[in-house]
């Protein structure tokens, strides 16, 4: 619902906040005094197309602030949220502000391109006035509204998601399709390279063993020869550490006798003979292991050398080769699955592709169905609308399947019954396309509860009892969502639960318009002087304070 809408320095309105409540909101004013001017401002912060020639002589930009508030099941919260734009307890604001030389827009805050405030607008406000801003213009809209009334917005909604999924899988099917040469060529690559590597086989972890071992061999010779020194110089010949320190043990305990005090010599000479005698055993049985080992020394250096041949060629170091191995073996498996991806890839498009034409079929089905009832249906109200023998019609035209459907939907209408159907967007005036927007929110009141309603030139070329029954429509459909109507038939005023007055007057010079939301008692004198021009006596009031009270 709107709950605000604020105007500063536009055309002739210098600063204007007009409050808006849920109902039938009417606007009314002499000929000139710029209610339609209120239209003009919504439809701009709406994303109407601005200039500068909108701004107030005098001021250097003009600011339309236009305050919504939404219910949490609203549609317009989806694309607010969608669009990480919500804004608190509620309420959305969209603000537009029109320079000499650009326009900024913003929602809840944010800047926004134009596009965004056309997008959400069409969430929020159905404007019924001058072409450029009516529903009915659009084929879109046209087809929206016939499948609200055919009760096909389920299928409608499936079958534009399936088209997106369906066009989706396509691009994928193509793109995959386009790349097979790319996967094929790599594919080629990646065999030629597991060749070499396979002909390797680097395990995890071999790669340490190998280069230990090789060190370890390429220096046997060496370690042998130092190994059996060091047995020599610890536990055998004359001069070995062993036997030496065996004797000085010996010789410390004969003198322990004459002084207790070498027992503590005794027991160090005695550790260091146990740990002398342990390095000497440790060094023989790594000697003896060094004279199990294999000497096939020239086979490892080689399989060393072309482990360092295939790293430096994959430019990776030595210790991950057998990862990139692994690596490469997974992506070569993975490029030969094609077929399989194809398969799956066609069955994807194909099963995307029924469910499109079932629902197409579906909708198709519940169209043409709807067609003849609706056609009827707003013929009946256009007539009751003062439209005359008016006749309204709904043309579908087969295409090819698309996120619409199989075919186009368009609103056509006759003004006589023996004049043929044209296209609504050829025949209708402004004021004729208002009225037909009326008959047709009428007919779809049950069915779609849709966004607010803003009627401008709703009450052309009408009076009387069509002003009556106009009025008593637009009031009707006030009690299920918010309508605005500007009008300056008093049959139609009279019906509103709320009453705007648009004025102008001269104020230092300038011309300007103001708003002012009316009592019960400005409401009669209002609609005294809509029945009774400028002369209002006690007849046109008396007349007046009927109308209102219904």
Request: hydrophobic residues 45%.
């Amino acid at each position: 619902m709107l709950s605000e809408l604020l105007i500063r320095s536009f055309a002739v309105i210098d600063e204007l906040r007009i409050p808006l409540g849920a109902g039938l909101s009417v606007v009314t004013g002499e000929t000139g005094a710029g209610k339609s001017l209120l239209v003009d401002a919504l439809g701009l912060a709406l994303g109407n197309r601005a200039d500068a020639s909108v701004i107030r002589t005098g001021a250097d930009a003009a600011e339309i602030v236009a305050t919504f508030h939404l219910e949490p099941e609203h549609s317009a919260q989806a694309w607010l949220q969608a669009h990480d734009l919500g804004g608190d307890q509620g309420d959305c604001i969209i603000r537009r502000i029109v320079g000499q030389d650009r326009s900024r827009a913003f929602i809840n805050g944010t800047p926004v391109p134009v596009q965004q405030l056309r997008e959400l607008g069409e969430f929020l406000i159905d404007l019924h006035g001058q072409h450029e801003h009516h529903a009915l213009m659009r084929k879109d809209a046209q087809r929206a509204l016939l499948d609200a009334y055919a009760q096909a917005k389920p299928e409608a909604q499936a079958l534009a998601e399936t088209m997106t999924a369906l066009q989706a899988a396509r691009a994928h099917q193509r793109r995959f399709i386009e790349d097979a040469q790319q996967r094929k060529a790599r594919a080629s690559l990646l065999h030629y390279q597991l060749e070499e590597l396979e002909s390797l086989e680097p395990h995890a972890g071999e790669w340490e063993t190998l280069n230990a071992t090789e060190k370890r061999w390429a220096h046997a010779q060496e370690l042998a020869t130092g190994i059996t020194d060091l047995v020599g110089l610890l536990a055998e010949g004359d001069q070995a550490l062993g036997p030496n320190l065996e004797a000085a043990i010996a010789q410390v305990r004969a003198l322990i006798r004459h002084e207790p005090r070498l027992a503590e010599v005794e027991g160090l000479l005695a550790s260091a003979a146990v740990e002398i005698n342990e390095a000497a055993a440790a060094l023989n049985r790594v000697g003896a292991s060094l004279e199990s080992e294999p000497t096939d020394l020239p086979a490892l250096t080689a399989r060393v050398s072309r482990w360092h041949e295939l790293a430096r060629k994959h430019r990776v170091p030595p210790e991950e080769l057998s990862a990139l191995w692994l690596t490469l073996r997974a992506e070569h498996d993975t490029l030969q699955d094609d077929d399989d991806q194809l398969a799956a890839l066609a069955a994807e498009v194909e099963r995307r592709a029924k469910e499109a034409e079932h629902y197409a079929q579906v909708l198709t089905e519940k169209r043409r169905r709807a067609q003849p009832r609706l056609s009827a249906a707003v013929s009946e109200e256009m007539q009751r609308l003062g439209l005359g023998r008016a006749r309204f019609g709904v043309a579908l035209e087969p295409i090819e399947l698309s996120a619409g459907g199989c075919e186009t939907v368009e609103f056509l209408v006759s003004p006589a019954d023996d004049a043929p159907l044209k296209p609504i967007t050829k025949i209708a005036s402004g004021g004729e396309l208002s009225r037909i927007s009326l008959a047709l929110q009428v007919v779809l009141a049950d069915v779609a509860a849709g966004p607010t309603l803003v009627f401008d030139e709703v009450d052309v070329g009408i009076g009387g009892a069509v002003a009556e029954i106009v009025g008593l429509r637009l009031h009707e459909l006030a009690k299920t969502r918010q309508v605005l109507c500007i009008t300056h038939l008093p049959q139609v005023a009279a019906q509103g639960d709320n009453h705007l007055l648009v004025a102008k007057a001269e104020t230092d010079g300038r011309t300007l318009s103001s708003v002012e939301v009316l009592t019960q008692a400005r409401r009669i004198e209002e609609i005294a002087r809509m029945l009774g021009g400028v002369a209002i006596n006690a007849r046109t009031r008396a007349l007046a304070r009927d109308m209102l009270r219904g």
